[in-house]
């Protein structure tokens, strides 16, 4: 943290969620938003070239009681996009400009985990793939997501 740090109004928020405290100044006005909230969508690493983080499956399933697709998207979107902001830094904000997954395997419980790895850093253009496994680290799906990179506008 900085020596100039203020606290903003999701400093718990961003706690709860996993977000590293070196990172609560340049999200602590912002939050992690309420999809990841409502999903329970945790971080455990978090950096441009890897991203990891956990979802529960229980309150996250469509109607024939296992994990809902969107559910793996938006899982693989959050870490894309958290990576692909951390790459592009302070004054510019990553854009989900591309995204694509394939469903490999159903689960009805337990804990989803997403590893998003980077494919490509680039100045305007970032790429990741994520791979969602279960608890025994069987693949469930496989995403990749493209995010512009561009200047904050003031």
Request: charged share 15%.
């Amino acid at each position: 943290m900085t020596d100039n740090f203020t606290p903003g109004p999701y400093t718990a928020e961003l706690a709860a969620a996993g977000i590293p405290e070196e990172m609560h100044d340049w999200l602590g006005h912002y939050g992690v938003g309420a999809l990841v909230v409502k999903m329970g969508i945790h971080f455990v690493e978090m950096s441009p070239e890897r991203t990891v983080g956990t979802m529960p499956v229980e309150g996250n399933t469509q109607v024939a009681g296992i994990l809902h697709g969107g559910a793996h998207v938006v899982l693989a979107e959050t870490l894309g996009s958290f990576a692909a902001g951390m790459h592009a830094g302070p004054q510019r904000q990553a854009l989900g400009i591309d995204i694509s997954a394939t469903h490999h395997r159903a689960i009805t419980a337990g804990t989803v985990t997403g590893t998003c790895t980077a494919i490509h850093l680039g100045r305007t253009l970032t790429t990741h793939e994520i791979v969602m496994t279960d608890e025994q680290g069987r693949r469930l799906s496989t995403a990749r997501i493209t995010n512009l990179i561009r200047d904050i506008a003031e």
